[in-house]
Every structure is written in C-alpha cells, then in structure tokens.
C-alpha cells in the first residue's frame, strides 16, 4: 500500500507536522521512523530567530498553548543536517517562514538545489509570532506563494490558518501557484498566555472546516489538528485529506505513529471488506 502526495510516494499517510520533532536530529538518535510516510522538520528561517520569551507552553483541558514563536538556528545550521536527512528511509520535506518576502524567496532558492528534500510547506499561518505570519488577507498568500513558486520547482505546500471561511485564502494559495494545502496551523487561543492551540479540543472545528470544503478543492490535502488516534486519522481521510500530520500526539507517545498506523491497517482493511 503507497500514498501519493504531488509525485511524492509515502509509505503510509502519516507525517510528523513541522514543530513537536524539532529538526529531527535529537529525536532520529533515539527513535525510528517507523509508522511515518514523510517528515517534516521544524520551520526554518533565513536567519537564526530567537523566539519568544518565557513562558511559551500552557497545557489546557483538552490541548496544549504554545508560543515558542519559530525558534531556530536558522538556515545556515539546517543544511547541516544534510546527511541525516539523506539516511531516512522516508521523504523529507522543508517548512519555511520568513521576515519578509526577500527571505523567502532565497529560502527558496537554496532549498531548490537540494536533491533530498522532496518539497515545501510554506508555513504562512503561525500564531505566536510577528513579521512571519503572512495570512492576513488572501492577497497577502497570492503574493508569497507565487513569488516562491518562481524560485522552486518541487512541490509546495501552503500552511494556512482555520479561519472561519477558509476558501478565499484556499482559493489565493492555489491561484499563486500552491501545489497542495495543509488544514490547519494551530489555533489562536489564551489561557495564561497567548499562542496555539493544538490537541483533541480542536479536532471537532477542523473536522467541520474540512466537511465545508470537501468537494471543492482538486489539490492534496494534508490534514493537522488533534490526532491522537487511528479513528482520528480515519476521520480525516474519510474527508478527502490525501495524508494526515500528527503533531502535539508526540509530546505524549514518542512511537505514536507506529501505533497508529498499525491501528490504521486495521481499520482500513475493514472499511474495505464493509464496502
């Protein structure tokens, strides 16, 4: 059984959402990649960014606030990490975000002369920062993907924000060029301090996000919001995602997505023998 996700072949439909795995490095030392179709490492910036200050994780009923704010050691320390990319038995693909559109547009430019990273996802949606979050308008998703979409030539993913009518913005990242989606980012939230929410409680708004705009996008979906489960994952397929990222699950079971996959099998096969 293989997935495809614009020419990009996984072994199963999970990925690890950019952020829970950092750069992978600490994590690959440890654990495997067993259960994982693709990986996909923290976002990187063009230059090292610092983050936000402390406090930057509040776990709440049901989720977990983060506000780490795009920490990172920017792109210079990321393409060291070349040979460990190389030795995964699975694709991995970049996320980026960037200060202005000038850094983007050479992210961009180095990331296309890399012959191990299978594509980008264009994070456009973070929550707890200030200079990186280009969704605010549909223009403003128009404008970044197409002038990235002129400097790379592999597939490009665009990360967006769940806002409450998605398909404008949806609509503006596929017209700049945008070669798949992945619903959602995190979701703007407050407790003792301000950032993304991640985890089960946002499940059932995505899900309804998804049922709104089945049927109306003809790109590869990836799904990302509150798996923690194989019948999470399932609920997503069934809704037209094309694969689906596990993200804060980590923090809780390192081996998740070998569990889930394994779950997954199962109840794929059953849904096939019911059909």
Same mark, same amino acid.
């Given at each position: ?116 990273? &299978?594509?980008?996802? $264009? #994070? =456009?949606?973070?929550?707890? *920062? ?9 223009? /403003? +998703? ?90 999470? &994952?399932?609920?997503? $397929? #069934? =809704?037209?995602?094309?694969? *689906? ?9 390192? /081996? +998740? ?19």
């Amino acid at each position: 059984m293989s997935w495809n996700l614009c020419g990009i072949e996984l072994r199963t439909p999970l990925v690890s959402a950019s952020g829970p795995l950092g750069w992978g490095k600490e994590f690959f030392e440890i654990f495997s990649t067993r259960g994982l179709g693709l990986f996909i490492p923290k976002t990187v910036t063009f230059k090292p960014k610092i983050g936000n200050p402390p406090p930057r994780i509040e776990e709440t009923t049901g989720g977990l606030i983060n506000s780490i704010g795009l920490e990172n050691e920017g792109i210079d320390e990321w393409l060291k990490l070349k040979h460990l990319y190389e030795s995964l038995d699975i694709p991995v693909m970049a996320s980026i975000a960037g200060s202005t559109l000038d850094e983007l547009i050479k992210l961009g430019e180095i990331i296309n002369t890399l012959s191990y990273i &299978v594509g980008i996802e $264009l #994070n =456009l949606s973070c929550p707890n *920062v200030k200079g990186e979050n280009w969704a605010n308008s549909p223009n /403003d +998703i128009f404008e970044v993907t197409n002038a990235l979409r002129r400097v790379y030539k592999k597939p490009i993913f665009v990360k967006l924000a769940p806002k409450d009518n998605p398909l404008p913005y949806i609509k503006s990242a596929i017209d700049g060029g945008a070669d798949g989606l992945t619903l959602f980012n995190t979701f703007p939230a407050f407790k003792n301090i301000s950032g993304g929410l991640s985890g089960p409680a946002i499940k059932p708004i995505y899900l309804r996000l998804f049922k709104e705009i089945k049927n109306k996008v003809d790109i590869p979906i990836m799904a990302s919001g509150g798996v923690f489960s194989a019948s999470d &994952v399932l609920d997503y $397929l #069934n =809704l037209g995602a094309n694969a *689906v990222q596990i993200g804060t699950a980590f923090f809780k079971d390192p /081996d +998740i997505a070998e569990r889930i996959w394994e779950e997954l099998e199962t109840l794929l096969d059953t849904s096939r023998c019911s059909l």
